[in-house]
């Protein structure tokens, strides 16, 4: 069969490469035309467009490349055409792929959309759209099956989370990247220069109370090297990589890591974490009254319940992070707490087994009833 995939940021290209190997083991003559990256290109996809030309962070930059994103829907919408799937497989990257969706369904494309947009923290708005057009929705968090039932009456399918598998495959222990033998503290402070220069400073200042450590950045691909070795300069016990952040995270003791997906990793490499979130004022105001989360990391929002630290906007300060970071370096009992916590976390996440083949499979019977 014919499959259309689209995926517009890292993490849609890593997740739907598996996804297409799953396919594979299901559909012996699966051919993929695809916008995503290397990944995919990697096990057979027909890349149309990669991601790199997509990725527009922040509102500015999207409002500054208007043009390009109507050119690219437009150019995307004529490809289909020339290219008709069995089924057209949307990945998360939800301004882009729920116009696609829109479109789409008004052809008679049959739609799967893996991997939800998170509807349930903001733009809850979108889920009468998403009901309309997508023919079966596959999602990655347990809470949101419950989410889209309760809510919108929407059956949905939870196949897992991809990132279990992803960690499985990865072999951690290769390099060893820290500079000596001193425990290794990973630094994840986002992936904007706006959002770094908000937290890393806090972040170094705290390093000077564990000089008995060494702390290592997790550098951002879009960010030059020449800003971190300005920042990172009057510290000595600091230094930072660049593409190697599951890596790092497995040679760590602790974290501190940016609210998002980076919090779920870590947990699921079992590394004790603090959240660390801060924005502009105004951001932080416009953010606190859109988002309807009790939470800022995905951990505690699966769980339910504070199972990470989140030092939030005023809270996250020199002092308050010095002390959340001590008690999860040396205190025991904190520290086996937040692996106990990590285990039935991962078993939240892993019940229902590998995520990329029971989503293909589940891709598969959906077509065998059409």
Known sequence: MKYYIIAGE????????????????????????????????????????????????????????????FRNLHFCKADILNHIPDVLILIDYPGFNLRIAEWAKKRNIKIVYYISPQVWAWKSGRVKLMKQCIDKMLVILPFEKEYFK???NWDVEYVGHPLIEEQEKRNLSAE????????????????????????????LEVSQSFLNYQ????????????FYDEMLKPYPNVSYVANR???????????????GTATLETALLNVPQVVCYKGSAISYQIGKRL??????????????RPVVTELIQNDLTVENLKRELDLILHHPEKRNQVFADYANLKAKLSSNGNASARAASSIMKFLDQQ
């Not at 290592?216 to 030059?224: E, G, L, S, T």
């Not at 988002?291 to 339910?304: A, G, P, Y």
């Open 291 to 304: 988002v309807k989360v009790k939470f800022i990391s995905l951990v505690n929002l699966i769980m339910d």
């Open 176 to 203: 060893k990247i820290a500079l000596s033998d001193m425990p290794v503290v990973a630094l994840l402070p986002g992936s904007r220069k706006q959002e770094i220069l908000k937290k890393l400073p806090i972040m």
């Open 245 to 259: 952040t599951y890596e790092l995270l497995g040679q760590s003791v602790a974290a501190l890591v940016t609210s």
């Open 215 to 226: 702390f290592i950045v997790a550098k951002a691909p879009r960010v030059d090297e020449s």
């Open 150 to 152: 309760n809510n919108w």
């Open 10 to 69: 890292a993490s849609g290209d890593l997740h739907g490469s598996n996804l297409m190997m799953a396919i594979k083991k299901l559909d012996a003559n699966a051919s993929f035309r695809c916008w995503g990256g290397d990944s995919m290109q990697a096990v057979g996809g027909e890349l149309v467009k990669h991601y790199r030309e997509l990725a527009f962070m922040g509102f500015a930059e999207v409002l500054m490349n208007l043009r390009t994103i």
